[in-house]
């Protein structure tokens, strides 16, 4: 089982990122996946769900109108596109997926099967 975030990097504010996630050795639209964020010195929060089927999606409050999730279960891969970033937007971003019903979604990260390593986003003010 594989989880591997990749496409962050340093970008100005205001500027825009596109992180993927690419999921091997499960079934994959069996499972929601969230992108998680952590800051130094802050908790890991949940930044956006997509359930399995795709048809269910949720936002933090933070990145509402900013970010858009969604999923190609073709290609085992999730995408967040993050636009008109903020320096608060900066962390590791972590994906993970959970086995819930097809159109479940949540922010928690208690029910989460699997985890991959996290990309780092910096952005510059």
């Known amino acids: 089982v594989q989880l591997q975030a990749s496409g962050g990097g340093l970008v100005q504010a205001g500027g825009s990122l596109k992180l993927s996630c690419a999921a091997s050795?499960?079934?994959?639209?069996?499972?929601?996946v969230v992108w998680f964020r952590q800051a130094p010195g802050k908790e890991r929060e949940g930044v956006s769900c997509?359930?399995?089927?795709?048809?269910?999606?949720l936002y933090a409050d933070s990145v509402k109108g900013r970010v858009t999730i969604s999923r190609d279960n073709a290609k085992n891969t999730v995408y967040l596109q993050m636009n008109s970033l903020k320096p608060e937007d900066a962390g590791v971003y972590y994906c993970?997926?959970?086995?819930?019903?097809?159109?479940?979604?949540?922010?928690?990260?208690?029910?989460?099967?699997?985890w991959g390593k996290g990309t780092q986003v910096t952005v510059s003010s």
């Open positions: 993970a997926a959970g086995a819930y019903s097809s159109d479940y979604c949540t922010l928690g990260y208690y029910g989460m099967d699997y």
């Open positions: 050795g499960f079934t994959f639209d069996w499972y929601a």
């Open positions: 997509v359930s399995g089927s795709a048809g269910s999606t």
